[in-house]
């Protein structure tokens, strides 16, 4: 069954049908064929952590081919004792097609046994081996909770994951590995566990943003040779080669965010580009298995099939190529979404579609949130639901009513307070007004990732993913009907509410029997402040110390 598996999308690779009845019927070289030189493979290291992957590396001497990501392949199964077999494809790593690699990630502790094959042409390669998973108690894989499907959790550990998200657009447009890890370690330390980074995309030197190409930052993202690689609307790529440079500082990036606890979201290309691979083309579905191939080994990513994706490809195409990667390109079927203009083209009801990932920016915002998770659950299945672009700082500050306090970061602050407490989970965007080539020179936010120390805007959000943290959220669902008009409750009845008072004042809560420890958490400061112990069946607090925000949080002793 797995090597019917790995046949059936070889031509996702760009395999030709030639090779791939070659393989089907074991052909082997004779005397007169002409191949490669030799063919060698190197063991795995081991032992090797559970949901770190293990690599064996195919050296290729004089391959016999015209285009190394076409004209040959490699393919493996790897398989334990109580595991169902996984088959996998492998990738080339070398412009010449002299190297290719083999990622497998074990998601369980044990002895596993691999069976690698390198195929070019009629000629055929293969080499097996052993190798050991140790348990190094990683989070694992980002999956949907089945118990509590509105929410996340990690596969192995069994935690929750409250998602704390920003985009940084062009995170790889930066040259310097040193400078996306600054990055990456100053939005850790904000306690951001998710950024939105771009494979694919262009940057349009007509954008608002002071954003421009400088000295260690090329905004032209080239996952494919190009001929042109900093022209923005004709960069003349071959799509039936790939850039493997630019692949291998994805791979040292997603090693340093795994190691952060870092979720990358892959976008696999994004609206504003003028160059696309053609819709459902051999060379967009090769495009799909190269990455899947390449990069589905860590454990840290979920994938984004584009930004504005209803912009450029229609909802059923979104289903095809979504289900294509999910289902069977992608080996550990990572979490996936796309990311519509139009909110109602997402493919929310099918099985490839892990979550939402909605762009909607009105204000209030509370209220359409809790409208999505009852359109979410008329499709018969639940999955989170998270609204990814809905305001980056200070980039429309003046021209639409929708934002009577601007897009300041206080109002995106207090608009992600709002979807959380309609059961959900956002992605901001740091301010961009200050950017690369523009004096000081030290931001780019929502557009690159880069910010300074004058850029406070996700401590704000810090202070929300403590308290949330700080008790089972994930047991709690929406209900505004238990407290005073114009404020916010999530609750599970009996043990747990939280009130959310956007201008302040007193509240009025619903309680079921029993007594309550009851407090104030200031959402601006993080500030905790005691209020003694609540019963029901109805509680009034006092009013909130000012007129800004405050949460009230109440828990059964």
């Known amino acids: 069954m797995s090597r019917v ?46 949901y770190d992957f293990v690599e064996v590396t195919v050296t290729v001497t004089r391959p016999d081919v015209q285009n190394p990501f076409v004209d040959a392949s490699v393919s493996g199964q790897f398989d334990a004792p109580g595991v169902p077999p996984v088959s996998v494809s492998g990738f080339c790593d070398s412009p010449d097609g002299s190297l290719y690699r083999i990622r497998f990630m074990p998601a369980r502790p044990g002895q596993y046994h691999y069976s690698v094959a390198y195929q070019e042409g009629a000629y055929r390669k293969q080499s097996s081996g052993n190798f050991q998973a140790v348990d190094a108690h990683r989070n694992g894989i980002l999956r949907v909770d089945p118990a509590h499907p509105w929410h996340f959790i990690w596969e192995d550990a069994g935690q929750h994951y409250f998602w704390n998200g920003t985009t940084a657009f062009f995170l790889m447009a930066w040259t310097s590995d040193d400078q996306v890890r600054s990055i990456i370690d100053r939005l850790h330390a904000l306690e951001v566990n998710r950024i939105r980074a771009l494979l694919a995309g262009r940057w349009s030197t007509s954008a608002s943003e002071p954003i421009v190409p400088e000295n260690g930052y090329s905004p032209w993202l080239n996952p494919w040779m190009a001929a042109r690689p900093e022209s923005t609307d004709d960069p003349g790529f071959d799509y039936s080669r790939f850039n493997v440079a630019y692949y291998q500082r994805w791979d040292r990036m997603l090693d340093y965010a795994r190691s952060k606890g870092m979720i990358i979201s892959i976008i696999l290309d994004w609206n504003d580009s003028k160059v696309h691979p053609a819709a459902l083309s051999e060379d967009e579905r090769r495009y799909y298995a190269y990455t899947a191939a390449r990069l589905g080994a860590y454990s840290n990513i979920t994938w984004d099939l584009g930004d504005d994706i209803s912009s450029f490809r229609s909802l059923a195409w979104s289903h095809e190529m979504g289900s294509l990667l999910v289902d069977h390109l992608d080996a550990y079927h990572h979490l996936a979404s796309d990311h519509p203009v139009d909110n109602t083209q997402q493919d929310r009801g099918s099985a490839w579609f892990g979550f939402t990932s909605f762009q909607q920016w009105m204000r209030p915002i509370h209220g359409w949130m809790l409208d999505q998770r009852k359109q979410q659950e008329a499709t018969g299945r639940i999955v989170p639901q998270t609204d990814e672009e809905y305001g980056y700082e200070d980039h429309y500050p003046h021209w639409s009513p929708n934002y009577p306090d601007g897009q300041s970061a206080d109002a995106d602050r207090r608009a992600a307070w709002e979807i959380a407490m309609a059961g959900g989970y956002q992605t901001t965007g740091e301010t961009a007004k200050r950017g690369t080539g523009v004096w000081p020179d030290t931001g780019g936010g929502w557009v690159n990732g880069r910010g300074d120390s004058t850029m406070t805007m996700l401590v704000g959000y810090a202070h929300m993913v403590d308290f949330f943290t700080s008790f089972e959220w994930w047991l709690t669902n929406p209900d505004d009907s238990l407290v005073t008009a114009g404020d916010y409750c999530l609750a599970d009845p009996g043990e747990t509410y939280v009130v959310y008072l956007p201008k302040g004042g007193s509240v009025t809560v619903r309680l079921e029997p029993g007594s309550y420890r009851a407090s104030w958490f200031n959402p601006r400061s993080g500030e905790t402040i005691a209020l003694g112990d609540a019963a029901g069946p109805e509680w009034q607090s006092l009013a909130a110390p000012d007129g800004g925000d405050w949460v009230a949080l109440l828990r059964r002793r």
Request: proline share 11%; net charge neutral.
């Open 5 to 50: 598996f790995c046949l059936s999308w070889l031509p996702y690779l760009g395999v030709s049908a030639v090779a791939c009845c070659a393989l089907a019927a074991g052909v082997q070289p004779n005397a007169g064929q002409i191949g490669p030189v030799s063919v060698s493979f190197s063991q795995p290291a081991q032992p090797v952590a559970a």
